[in-house]
């Protein structure tokens, strides 16, 4: 099946830790291994992880993909192997349980799940919005445009330890602007207000990704429509299946009402959507992932 | 020793083996068919259908527990017209029954869709369900008083020649006296239990975790509940009982057909894992294979007390 020009694989597999670090107070990224089928994953599509075997937690928890790759294990003439990684933030029961998690530990894995972001035209200007582990995705896109488009991210966070990847965007010779509340990294105050200094002047076609808590992308999608610019956000919601069954994290669609209802799964019809196709009101209902 | 008979026939339906998916966890059965072989599993219920379109609660509409999970999706479903349309030809491509779960307002709704079904050839059977415990009218109304339920059943058994399987609601005070009701006006089978009615708080909010503020209760937490009324049924009824409640393993699937049920739904757990109902389907077989059991059958009301 394809969608959005996306081919949906379904991949249900056992994964075993490679690494997981602390990459910041409070927020890890974790290695894991995957089928060779995890290379086709697109920025934006997302996992669900069951971090250990019984009841409890009962549900799988849902991540945005940060990366993909190969890696040759280390024993004598091992093929290489493929891995994915994922960014969080040590929430709740689900994450704890995975930030405990050493090599060798194994993890029970559904992926790729949703749909990625719509690349858009080459050439053009793709600006990056982004808070906490809400980069994730937008690395992973940033990986993938970088030949192909200019870029540069706009990275927000409350205090400096909530601003990540800025390292990893730099080395991929993308131009960042960081704010944050108490302004202990780059500017003080709220990261939407820079992107839209960078809106407000007149420059090339360009569009937008935002992926963070749902204030900021309630105000990134404002902000896009007044300045008439395409704007792709990433929602992040509780879900409980994955693949569109349960109807748990649905978000209202550009023409809901009661009576016609137009309720999107985040899961299978996102978790990425043009800000266009969702009701104004619930236009970023969760945050990002 | 030669495989083991896993079939079973649940009022008129052969079913390969006793497992069946929860309404509501296994949406149309074709969300899950990249993850599992949809041909391994007895019968797929479908999502609760209404006659027309309905759009749900607000969100969040779910929430984890301990051992189990609240939800208060409320219902929301694609409608009769687009059910036919759109879902009905998936139906085709497999051999494993499709039962529809279906609710209504009002009696006349109840017999309406009954009827519009039976002209559906896709449709094996219907599930009559009287125990949403989210909606106002999703059917608890029907559900809780042995009178409507008796009236809902009666009018939905003049409406269609399928076989009908009225969904037992546990949120009542005596089940065995729903059950019973049911039973006289012509369901052919009962499935049991929907949902417990629940509530989680979070307190630093004060607030309800879910906007609809109650919900039901479903998992591993309410498998004890759904085992006692599945026994107490079985004693006083002697319709062919779909057990239902927290149904994870093989085993747990198993006890209840020990405590009276002829088959058997898995629901959360297909959230858990996508292939948790083809996967206690085989570690069934594996368990009767091991213990010498010839006939899933043999197992049914096996209980020794």
């Known amino acids: ?289 | 020793m030669k495989k083991p008979d896993l079939s079973v026939n649940l009022a008129g339906i052969s079913l390969r083996n006793p497992i069946m998916t929860a309404s509501g966890t296994f949406g149309y059965g074709e969300e899950f068919a990249g993850y599992m072989d949809l041909e391994k599993i007895g019968a797929i219920v479908t999502k609760g259908l209404s006659l027309r379109p309905r759009a749900g609660n607000p969100m969040p509409r779910i929430v984890e527990t301990a051992g189990g999970m609240l939800n208060a999706i409320g219902l929301q479903n694609v409608g009769i017209d687009a059910f036919i349309e759109n879902k009905t030809p998936f139906f085709r491509s497999i051999s494993t029954p499709v039962i529809v779960n279906f609710f209504g307002n009002s009696v006349e709704e109840y017999a309406k869709l009954a009827a519009r079904l039976d002209a559906v050839p896709e449709v094996s059977g219907v599930e009559i369900n009287i125990s949403c415990p989210n909606v106002k009218h999703g059917g608890i109304v029907f559900g809780t008083d042995p009178k409507a339920a008796f009236s809902v059943v009666r009018a939905v058994r003049g409406a269609t020649g399928k076989p009908v399987i009225a969904k037992l609601s546990p949120n009542v005070t005596d089940i065995v006296e729903m059950a019973l009701a049911c039973a006289e006006a012509g369901a052919d089978s009962l499935s049991l239990i929907n949902t417990i009615t629940g509530m989680a708080i979070d307190l630093q909010k004060r607030r309800p975790r879910i906007s609809n503020v109650t919900g039901g209760l479903s998992g591993p937490a309410v498998k004890p509940v759904a085992l006692r009324m599945v026994w107490q049924v079985y004693q006083a009824v002697k319709l062919p009982i779909i057990g239902i409640g927290g149904i994870v393993t093989a085993t747990d699937a198993l006890e209840f057909m020990v405590a009276g049920a002829t088959a058997v739904q898995v629901g959360t757990a297909n959230f858990m894992t996508p292939d948790a109902s083809q996967r206690i389907a085989e570690d069934m077989e594996r368990y009767l294979k091991e213990n010498g059991v010839r006939d899933v059958k043999e197992m049914i009301g096996s209980l020794r007390v």
């Open chain 1, 1 to 289: 099946m394809t969608l959005n020009g996306w081919t949906k694989i379904n991949m249900h597999f056992k994964s075993v830790v490679l690494t997981n670090i602390e990459i910041s107070p409070g927020y890890r990224r974790v290695r894991l291994t995957a089928p060779r089928g995890i290379l086709e994953a697109k920025p934006g599509q997302f996992v669900m992880l069951r971090v250990r075997d019984g009841v409890d937690p009962l549900l799988r928890r849902p991540f945005c993909i940060y990366d993909v790759g190969t890696f040759s294990p280390d024993y004598p003439d091992a093929s290489r192997r493929c891995y994915f990684e994922i960014l969080y933030k040590v929430v709740g029961k689900g994450t704890s349980i995975l930030a405990s998690l050493h090599e060798k530990d194994s993890v029970d894995v559904l992926a790729p799940l949703g749909n990625g972001f719509n690349p858009g035209e080459e050439g053009e200007e793709k600006l990056l919005v982004g808070g906490g582990f809400g980069l994730a995705p937008l690395y992973f896109l940033a990986r993938r445009l970088v030949e192909k488009s200019p870029i540069k991210v706009f990275i927000g966070g409350r205090r400096k330890e909530d601003v990540l990847c800025v390292t990893e965007f730099e080395q991929l010779g993308i131009d960042t602007y960081v704010a944050t509340d108490d302004g202990t990294l780059g500017s003080r105050g709220l990261v939407t207000e820079v992107l839209e200094e960078h809106l407000s002047m007149e420059g090339m076609s360009r569009s937008v990704f935002a992926c963070g808590p749902e204030p900021m992308l309630r105000a990134v999608a404002g902000m896009c429509e007044k300045y008439r610019i395409n704007c792709q956000v990433s929602l992040e919601a509780t879900m409980a299946c994955g693949v569109g069954a349960c109807l748990g994290c649905v978000v209202k669609g550009a023409s809901h009402s009661e009576d016609s209802p137009d309720y999107r799964c985040v899961c299978k019809e996102g978790p990425v959507f043009d800000t266009s196709q969702l009701l104004c009101e619930d236009q970023a209902e969760g945050a990002a992932s």
